[in-house]
C-alpha cells in the first residue's frame, strides 16, 4: 500500500458523467469523510464493487453533489490498493471542487498514469497491457481499438510465454547438469533443443513483422495528395473527407500551403495532406508550397499522384509520376472523369484509379486499392506489436536466439549457447516487465493521460 492519490479521471470539458477516482491507504475512510449515502450504511461497510447512492460534500460539509460512489479492496482492485470513485455531474466546477476536498483530507494530485502504474507495480497488470491502456484510450480505428484491447487481456505475454519458458528450460536443465554432476540428470545435449529453438526464432520473427504495419494502424499512415496545379487535388480531398474542406478554384496555384486531415478508409487511418501543385514557378510564396509540396512526399507513406484527365498529359505529369514510383505506397488517380478524357492510363508501376470529385464515381474503387496496399497481418487481434519498445525487445530477442542457433551449429560449447539464450530472456523480461529499468518504466508512463 502507499499514499493516497486523487484525480479526475474524467475529460475536462461539461459532461453529463465525471469521475474522481483515488486510490492508496486510507481512501475508503476518506470517502466516509465526503460521501453520505442515502443509506445510511457507511462506505467502509458496503460491498466492493457496488455503486451506492448519496450525497458528496466538501471538507467544510456543504453539499456538492448528489452522486454515486464505489469502492475496491485490495488486492482485488484495479492498482492493487483500495480505491474509490464518485460518478457525479459531470461539471468540471463540481468534479474540481471534489478533488480540491480530497486534497484537504491528505490525498495528493495523482501523477499522469499512476493509477495504471501503481496497477504494474502491484502486478495487477504486466507492462504490455498496461501501455495497450494507453493505445485503447488513443485508439483513433476499431482495429487500434481491437487489438489494444487484446493485449489489455494479455495476447502479447501470452504470445510469448512458450518462448520464454524455453529459454528458461534449457538454462535450468543446463545449470542443474553442471552443479549436481552426481544426480540422475539426463545429460544436457544442445541438439535436443534445435527444432524447439527454431521454433521460438521463427515466433518472434512472426510477431516482430507484424509492426510496421501495426505502426501505421495507431500512428495513422502519412499520406500525400500531389500533382501539378489544377490537376485536382484539393478537390479529391474535399470528396474523400466528404465537406469542403481546401478552396477549390478554377485558378491554378490556388493552394499555396499544405492541409492536413485525417481520414479514416475501413481499418485504415490516413494523416492525409493536401499539397500545392508541383511546378516550376518564379513566384516566391507559390515556390515555398512547392518545396513543402516535395517535402510530403519524401516523408509519405503512400503518395496519391493526381493527373488530370481531361486535359494532355505534360512533362510535369510525368516527373511527379516518376517521384511516386520511388515511394513505399503510390496510387495514380485520373481526376474529372465527368469531363472529356484525354489521358489513358500512363505506363507506370503504379495502381491506376479513374475519379471523379463532382460525382463521386471512383472513391469507392480508390477506397479499395489503398486498403490493398495496407493488408492488416493475418494474426488474431492482439498480436500486433505497435510499440516502439517492444518491438525493438523482441528484435533483441530474436537476435540473440539467431545466435544461439548458429553458435549451436557452429559446434560451440553449450555456455556460449547458454549466454545467447539468457540474453533473449533478459530481452522478453523487458517486453513484459519483468526485468525492466526503472527509468524505461517511468518514460512508460508519462505518455497516460491524468487519472488514469
Known amino acids: 500500500m502507499s499514499d493516497a492519490i486523487a484525480a479526475v479521471a474524467t475529460g475536462a470539458q461539461v459532461a453529463a458523467i465525471g469521475v474522481v477516482r483515488l486510490s492508496g491507504d486510507g481512501v475508503i475512510e476518506l470517502a466516509d469523510c465526503l460521501f453520505r449515502p442515502a ?89 504490455t497491457e498496461a501501455e495497450a491502456v494507453a493505445d485503447l484510450i488513443d485508439a483513433e480505428s476499431v482495429e487500434a481499438a481491437k487489438n489494444a484491447a487484446a493485449q489489455l487481456s494479455g495476447a502479447i505475454a501470452a504470445g510469448t510465454a512458450d518462448v520464454y519458458a524455453l529459454l528458461q528450460d534449457i538454462s535450468a536443465h543446463y545449470h542443474a547438469v553442471l552443479d549436481y554432476p552426481d544426480e540422475d540428470i539426463e545429460d544436457f545435449r544442445l541438439a535436443s533443443y534445435r527444432a524447439q529453438l527454431t521454433e521460438a526464432e521463427g515466433k518472434l520473427r512472426r510477431l516482430l513483422g507484424t509492426f510496421e504495419r501495426g505502426r501505421l494502424m495507431t500512428a495513422g499512415i502519412p499520406a500525400a495528395i500531389v500533382g501539378r496545379p489544377n490537376a485536382g487535388k484539393s478537390s479529391l480531398l474535399n470528396a474523400l473527407l466528404g465537406y469542403e474542406r481546401a478552396i477549390v478554384t478554377d485558378v491554378p496555384g490556388t493552394t499555396r500551403d499544405t492541409i492536413e486531415e485525417k481520414l479514416r478508409l475501413g481499418s485504415l487511418l490516413l494523416r492525409l495532406t493536401d499539397t500545392a501543385g508541383i ?22 507513406e503512400l503518395v496519391i499522384a493526381v493527373v488530370d484527365g481531361s486535359a494532355e498529359l505534360d512533362e510535369e505529369d ?96 553449450p555456455d556460449i549457447v547458454l549466454t545467447e539464450c539468457e540474453t533473449a530472456m533478459s530481452a522478453l523480461g523487458e517486453l513484459s516487465g519483468r526485468s525492466v529499468r526503472e527509468d524505461v518504466t517511468a518514460r512508460i508512463f508519462e505518455r497516460f493521460c491524468v487519472g488514469k
Not at 500512363?346 to 471512383?362: F, H
Open 39 to 127: 443509506s445510511g450504511k457507511r462506505m467502509r461497510q458496503q460491498e466492493s464493487r457496488r455503486l451506492v447512492y448519496g450525497g458528496l460534500y466538501d471538507a467544510d460539509g456543504e453539499l456538492l453533489d448528489r452522486c454515486l460512489c464505489t469502492v475496491s479492496r485490495a488486492p482485488h482492485s484495479y492498482t492493487g490498493e483500495d480505491t474509490a470513485e464518485f460518478q457525479c455531474h459531470g461539471s468540471p466546477t463540481v468534479l474540481r471542487a471534489a478533488l480540491e476536498a480530497c486534497f484537504a483530507l491528505g490525498a495528493r494530485q495523482a501523477l499522469p498514469g499512476e493509477f495504471t502504474k501503481r496497477a504494474f507495480l502491484n502486478g495487477r497488470l504486466e507492462l
Open 279 to 300: 511546378r516550376e514557378t518564379a513566384d516566391d510564396v507559390e515556390r515555398l508550397g512547392v518545396e513543402r509540396s516535395r517535402l510530403a512526399m519524401e516523408r509519405a
Open 318 to 413: 510525368l516527373s511527379i509520376l516518376r517521384a511516386a514510383e520511388r515511394c513505399p505506397k503510390a496510387v495514380l488517380v485520373l481526376s474529372k472523369s465527368d469531363l472529356e478524357q484525354r489521358v489513358e492510363a500512363p505506363e507506370t508501376g503504379l495502381p491506376c484509379v479513374t475519379v471523379s470529385a463532382r460525382t463521386g464515381e471512383g472513391l469507392d474503387a480508390l477506397e479499395r486499392v489503398i486498403r490493398g496496399l495496407f493488408p492488416l497481418p493475418q494474426v488474431p487481434a492482439g498480436e500486433i506489436l505497435t510499440n516502439a519498445r517492444q518491438a525493438e525487445a523482441v528484435g533483441r530477442a530474436l537476435e540473440s536466439l539467431c545466435a544461439a542457433r548458429a553458435a549451436m551449429e557452429q559446434g560451440c560449447t
